[in-house]
C-alpha cells in the first residue's frame, strides 16, 4: 500500500482556502487578536497610534504589539525571527494579516514602547480579576535573577578597582626601579638598548590600564555606586549568583489560587532586603484589596519592611535566618532566651534574668542590650552560652518581628506554599519560555521585555484555566 502523497503544489483549488482556514477556533492567536482590538493603546502610553496624515504609512503599533505577544508566547524574542516568522508563519500571517515588517521596525517598536507593555499587563491583570482568577487571599513574592548582556568581565567592582590600581602600582615602582638599575649600568658597562625598549612598552601598558581603572574609581565615587557595567551600565554583579553573574533582579508577586502573576519589576538592586512591602502594595491596587497575606523567603527578611507591611494591611509571613556571631562559635541562639515584654526582661537557659543594660542604634533602628553579668560569672552553662558574659540585643521595635513568628509558628506549611507557588512561573519563564537571559540593555528596556514576558506567562496559564474561547468571551465584554 502506498504513503499519503499529499496534494499537488501546483494544483489550482475550485473552492480555494483562506487563512482563516489553517487557525482554528481555540487558536491563541484568536485571544491574541480580541485582547489586543479593545485595548486603548493610547491611554496605555503607545506611540503613533494615529496615522500620519501625510507621509508613507507606517505599521499600527497594535499589529506589532500582536507580533510581539505572539513571539513572547513562543519563545521568538529576537526582533529578526520575528521578522522570520511574519513571512512563513501561517498563524503570524493571520494574526497581522500578511504584514511583513523588518526586523528594525520590530525592533524599534519594541524600544519606543517600553513602559507601555506594563500597561498591557496590567491590563490582562484586570481581566484575570474579571473571570475571578485570583484567590486575592495569599500573595508569594520572590526574585530571581537574569542575565544581562555584559560579560562578567566587562564589569568592575570598587573593591576589584582599588586593588587592581594597588598591583599596577607596586609593578610599575618595580619596573622603574629596574629602568633605573639598567641606565645606571648601560652608563658604565653597557646595557642592551632592546631590554630597556621592552620594559618601558610594559611600563606604558600597565600606565594605561592603570588610568583606565583609575577613571572608573573616580566615576564610582562620584556617582556613589558600588560598581560599574561597561556594555549595559544599569546592570550589576550578583554576587552570590555566580551562574548569572552581571544581571538584574526581578521580582514577581504570586496569587496562590492559580499561581498567576499579580504585580512584576525589574531593577538592578543585588539584595531582594525592602522589595517585599513595595511588590505587595502595588499587587494590592491591581488586586483592589485592603488586605492580603504575603509570604516571602529569609532574603526579604528586614523589620522596617515588616513594619511597613503591617502599616499597609499586609500580614507578613518571613522566616528569620538563624545566624549572628553567637551561634557561628557554638553557643545558644538568641531563641532559646525568651522574651518578657511585660518585664522587658529576657529569661536565658539558665534561667536568670537578663535586663537592659546599654542602649545603641543598628542601622535606623535603636538597639537594646539585655544582660546579668554576676549571673554568668558562675554559670555552669557559660561553655555553652559565652567565653566571658553574654548579652542579647533586641531592636526596641522587635515585637512586630515578634508577632510575625508567631503567625509562622502556628502556619509552617505557608513556607511550602510560598515554594510551590512561585516555584511554578519562574520554572516555566526560565525552562519552558527560555528566557535565562535578557536581550536588550538598560534597566528600562529590560522592564519592558519583563512585562511582555510576566503578560505571556500569563495569558499561557488563563488559556489552560479558562480555554481561548471563554478569554475571547471575557476580553470583549
Ligand atoms: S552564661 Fe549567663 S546568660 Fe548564659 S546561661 Fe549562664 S547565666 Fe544565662
Known amino acids: ?14 473552492l480555494p482556502e483562506t487563512v482563516d482556514d489553517y487557525v482554528g477556533p481555540d487558536n491563541p492567536v484568536r485571544f491574541i487578536e480580541a485582547f489586543v482590538d479593545q485595548l486603548d493603546l493610547q491611554t496605555a502610553g503607545f506611540a503613533r497610534v494615529q496615522a500620519k496624515a501625510t507621509g508613507r504609512p507606517g505599521y499600527d503599533p ?47 517598536f519594541r524600544r519606543d514602547n517600553r513602559a507601555a507593555f506594563n500597561a498591557v499587563f496590567r491590563e490582562f491583570v484586570l481581566l484575570c480579576r474579571q473571570l475571578d482568577l485570583f484567590g486575592r487571599e495569599l500573595l508569594a513574592v520572590d526574585g530571581t535573577r537574569i542575565k544581562a548582556v555584559n560579560n562578567k568581565d566587562r564589569n568592575f567592582t570598587r573593591g576589584f578597582l582599588t586593588e587592581f590600581i594597588r598591583l599596577a602600582d607596586e609593578r610599575l615602582a618595580k619596573y622603574l626601579q629596574r629602568l633605573d638599575d639598567g641606565d645606571a649600568q648601560e652608563e658604565h658597562v653597557g646595557g642592551t638598548r632592546g631590554g630597556r625598549d621592552k620594559l618601558k612598552e610594559k611600563i606604558a601598558a600597565i600606565q594605561g590600564k592603570r588610568d583606565r581603572h583609575k577613571a572608573m574609581l573616580v566615576e564610582l565615587e562620584q556617582t556613589g555606586q558600588d560598581q560599574i557595567s561597561l556594555t549595559d551600565p544599569d546592570s550589576r ?71 511597613a507591611c503591617e502599616k499597609a494591611g499586609v500580614t507578613a509571613y ?30 536565658c537557659p539558665a534561667g536568670q534574668t537578663l535586663s537592659p543594660c ?24 557559660r561553655p555553652r552560652c559565652t567565653r566571658t558574659y553574654r548579652h542579647v540585643s533586641r531592636l526596641e521595635n522587635e515585637a512586630v518581628l515578634d508577632r510575625m513568628a508567631a503567625r509562622l509558628a502556628a502556619r509552617p506549611d505557608i513556607l511550602d506554599r510560598r515554594r510551590e507557588t512561585v516555584e511554578h512561573p519562574f520554572g516555566t519563564i526560565k525552562q519552558w519560555m527560555g528566557q535565562g537571559a535578557f536581550l536588550m540593555r538598560r534597566l528600562e528596556n529590560v522592564r519592558g521585555e519583563f512585562s511582555l514576558t510576566a503578560l505571556a506567562y500569563n495569558i499561557r496559564r488563563a488559556i489552560t484555566l479558562v480555554g481561548v474561547p471563554g478569554l475571547i468571551t471575557a476580553a470583549g465584554e
Open 318 to 347: 518571613l522566616p528569620k535566618s538563624v545566624g549572628g556571631p553567637a551561634v557561628r562559635e557554638g553557643f545558644f541562639p538568641k531563641t532559646a532566651f525568651r522574651f518578657d515584654p511585660e518585664a522587658n526582661v529576657f529569661t
Open 237 to 307: 554583579a550578583m554576587a552570590r549568583m555566580t551562574k548569572v553573574g552581571v544581571g538584574y533582579n526581578v521580582q514577581i508577586a504570586v496569587d496562590a489560587k492559580h499561581k498567576l502573576i499579580v504585580e512584576q519589576e525589574v531593577c538592578n538592586q543585588v539584595l531582594d532586603m525592602g522589595l517585599l512591602a513595595p511588590t505587595v502594595e502595588a499587587a494590592m491596587v491591581t488586586l483592589g484589596v485592603e488586605r492580603i497575606e504575603a509570604v516571602a523567603d529569609k532574603g526579604y527578611f528586614k523589620i522596617e519592611d515588616v513594619e
Open 1 to 14: 500500500m502506498a504513503h499519503l502523497a499529499g496534494s499537488d503544489r501546483s494544483q489550482l483549488m475550485l
Open 62 to 108: 497594535a499589529d506589532l504589539l500582536k507580533l510581539y505577544i505572539y513571539g513572547y508566547l513562543n519563545r521568538v524574542r529576537s526582533s529578526r525571527r520575528l521578522e522570520a516568522e511574519a513571512h512563513r508563519n501561517i498563524e503570524v500571517i493571520w494574526l497581522v494579516r500578511h504584514l511583513k515588517p523588518d526586523h528594525k521596525t520590530i525592533a524599534d
Open 358 to 381: 546599654r542602649r545603641g542604634r543598628s542601622r535606623d533602628n535603636v538597639k537594646i542590650d539585655y544582660a546579668n553579668r554576676a549571673a554568668c560569672k558562675g554559670c555552669a552553662l
